[in-house]
Nanobody, 121 residues
């Protein structure tokens, strides 16, 4: 079973950038689509970006399009989420996940523990 560990969260001022990483425990991670989700206090978990197995196809939620970039390095079993021009409304716990892909939370079977991102105004 693939285990995922996120890192790179923290506190940043509005307009700043952070890069989140997602380290997978096994090479089989390359067999899965990867998604980055976030959950703010009192809100449902939402999918913000997905990437296919090879890394050649990405998709984004409208709220982050043009500001966030999802990528992956299958040789390193690691995924990334580059977050630019951060806004206070981006404040949330961010999770990476692996699974069958698409824009459905239930398609993702493997989850990390989450990393906190806080954006001050």
């Amino acid at each position: 079973q693939v285990q995922l560990v996120e890192s790179g969260g923290g506190l940043v001022q509005a307009g700043g950038s952070l890069r989140l990483s997602c380290a997978a425990s096994e090479r089989t991670f390359s067999n899965y689509f990867m998604g980055w989700f976030r959950q703010a206090p009192g809100k449902e978990r939402e999918l913000v970006a997905t990437i296919n197995r090879s890394g050649g196809r990405t998709s984004y939620a409208d709220s982050v399009k043009g500001r966030f970039i999802i990528s992956r390095d299958n040789a390193e079993n690691t995924g990334y989420l580059q977050m630019n021009n951060l806004k206070p409304e981006d404040t949330a716990v961010y999770y990476c996940a692996g699974g069958a892909g698409g824009w459905v939370t239930g398609n993702y079977n493997y989850w990390g523990q989450g990393t906190q991102v806080a954006v001050s105004s």
